[in-house]
């Protein structure tokens, strides 16, 4: 690593890098771990999402709330997550269920009240729980008190908080570029005869950051929240906030890239020093709050950008780098593995499968008959690589996608006004077999799945062998095990294209060895890879399905088999 590559990181990044990179080049040193002080606590969190609109019902109405999730935060501290992601529970008309903010500084009825909010955040505190609040910045609602007037006439002290321009000369929109969502970015406003700008639905229309105005309002935003208990924010859509000053048309609108990663809309140099204000903000409050980014990337070089080229942006961009990967592809998980663990310099990467807008891995990976197998091998992946781990509410128990015919069954209404292409992994957290899962007494927003009278939380609360045990155990393990914790990451070669191999490594010289069989057949292996301190011998800790002595030396693993192995300096030869 180069001077000036080692400058970019913290300091407990250094330590770890340099120390894989001497490990990996045949020396005795290993991975130089920084002592737990040095490491701020979402280094190596795992932080549960919550969509708490189908998390947990406790008044009755079908719509989960704040209430519900203070009263499961219990069942989330013996699951042994470290932080909770709330997506916004805002008021919002809900054209996109909360992306579409009305008031960044409340509570929408549907969810409770600030006294909510006021209790979850010091019932979490007593239980070690950190919350972070998902922060919309690139656009509100247009049915924000800012927006309305904005809109009001061209000469409203807030029309540049938004992004206003006159039509072509042709009449039409300023530009051809297209939204995400499908259509125009533009649209018309006939009273002041200018369109505005939207990169998501018309709904919402984009915030203009180069306002310093607005800036500043999005700041106190952010104090609010942090006054009031988060320790942190996740962040939508940032790639978004600037756009090319001179709005040039695309000549590849059809054939180019996505319209989320087009190079006049996403990630300009405006942007980063929005990030880097927005972090400011934050580093002035103690108790080392965290950024958590949505970001629009298609290389690692691109994702260590949004860290800042001093780790002043985003601390924590999520990397969506196994959306790429539809199928259970040994290889490429790795490549993407490895990419990730040694190519940021260092810094804590963010590995994820499962969220609000994309499909459960139970869902895109199983096969119909092995699924337990495959989304325990799924979530032992997540959960064993350096860096901080995300999981999705009911990702713990197995939950699926619900079935298109129990979508197509259920009837619109004014809970649920429009169909959405995300709904079937957004359906209600399954707490039981009883009446609507445990999730409500009335009538739930959106159907339970057919499965929630087999796949719940009570059931496998008293099954050692469930899904639910098995993420408690591997959650237990990463905070336990010093390597699993914050040690190293020693990239390995099974030998087999079907089977993954890793090592996380301690300072001590200690490790565990993961090894993941992505196929449905037995695989033998090869494993390479390792420094000249090479482990003999250790013993398996969890594995997928139980097995007895670990094998090092030549090691098979049963069909969609998951083994992490301990190894101690000792048992090197």
Not at 105 to 123: I, Q
Request: overall charge neutral; hydrophobic content about 35%.
């Amino acid at each position: 690593m180069s001077s000036g590559k080692r400058a970019t990181g913290r300091m407990w990044s250094r330590a770890i890098m340099g120390g894989l990179l001497a490990l990996l080049s045949g020396g005795q040193a290993l991975a130089k771990a920084p002592p737990p002080a040095a490491e701020p606590w979402w280094a190596h969190a795992v932080i549960y999402e919550i969509y708490p609109r189908s998390f947990q019902d406790t008044n009755g109405d079908g719509i989960g709330d704040l209430k519900g999730v203070t009263q499961r935060l219990d069942y989330l501290q013996k699951l042994g997550v470290d932080a909770i992601w709330l997506t916004p529970f805002f008021p919002s008309p809900n054209k996109d269920f909360g992306y579409d903010v009305a008031d960044y500084t409340n509570v929408s009825p549907e969810y409770g009240t600030m006294a909510d909010w006021d209790e979850l955040a010091r019932e979490a505190r007593k239980r070690g729980i950190r919350i972070l609040v998902d922060f919309v910045l690139n656009h509100s609602s247009d049915q924000h008190a800012w927006f309305k007037e904005s809109r009001s006439s061209r000469s409203n002290p807030k029309r540049d908080w938004y992004v206003w321009k006159d039509p072509a000369p042709d009449g039409g929109p300023p530009t051809n570029w297209e939204s995400i969502f499908g259509g125009s970015t533009w649209e018309y406003d006939k009273a002041s005869g200018q369109y505005y700008y939207h990169i998501f639905y018309k709904e919402q229309p984009d915030l203009n950051w180069g306002n310093p105005g607005l800036r500043k309002a999005m700041h106190d935003v952010v104090r609010f929240w942090l006054d009031h208990g988060a320790s942190g924010f996740r962040l939508d859509a940032t790639p978004y906030l600037f756009e090319d000053p001179t709005w040039p048309n695309d000549a590849d609108v059809k054939s180019g890239p996505p319209a989320g990663l087009k190079p006049y809309n996403s990630n300009l140099p405006a942007t980063r020093e929005a990030l880097k204000d927005l972090r400011k903000v934050l580093d002035s409050y103690p108790g080392q709050r965290v950024l958590l980014g949505e970001n629009a990337i298609s290389t690692v070089a691109d994702l260590r950008r949004v860290y800042g080229a001093k780790g002043d942006e985003i601390n924590l961009p999520m990397d969506f780098l196994y959306k790429d990967v539809p199928t259970l592809d040994a290889a490429a998980f790795k490549a993407r593995i490895d990419e990730a663990e040694l190519g940021l310099d260092g810094l804590p990467p963010v590995f994820h499968f499962s969220n609000h807008d994309t499909t459960r891995q139970r869902t895109r990976y199983g096969d119909g008959m092995h699924d337990e197998a495959i989304a325990k091998l799924t979530g032992a992946m997540t959960l064993t690589l350096r860096g901080t781990a995300l999981m999705y509410y009911g990702e713990e128990i197995g939950m699926a996608d619900l079935p298109a015919a129990t979508l197509k069954d259920f009837p619109l209404g004014p809970k649920r006004q429009v169909a959405d292409k995300r709904d079937p992994e957004r359906s209600p957290m399954q707490w039981s077999g009883g009446a609507n899962a445990g999730f409500t007494t009335g009538a739930p927003w959106l159907p339970l799945h057919p499965e929630a009278q087999t796949v719940n939380v009570a059931r496998q609360q008293v099954d050692k062998a469930s899904m639910l045990a098995w993420y408690t155990g591997l959650l237990h393990l990463r905070h336990s095990d010093p390597a699993l914790r914050s040690g190293a990451y020693l990239p390995l070669n099974s030998g087999n294209p079907q089977v993954v191999a890793y090592a996380r490594v301690s300072k001590s010289g200690a490790g565990v060895l993961v090894l993941l069989n992505m196929s449905g057949q037995r695989q033998r292996l090869s494993i390479t890879g390792w420094p000249a301190s090479r482990p003999q011998a250790g013993d398996v800790v969890m594995a997928s399905p139980a097995a007895g002595a670990a094998n090092l030396v030549d090691p098979a693993l049963e069909h969609y088999a998951v083994q992490l192995v301990r190894f101690s300096p000792a048992s090197a030869k």
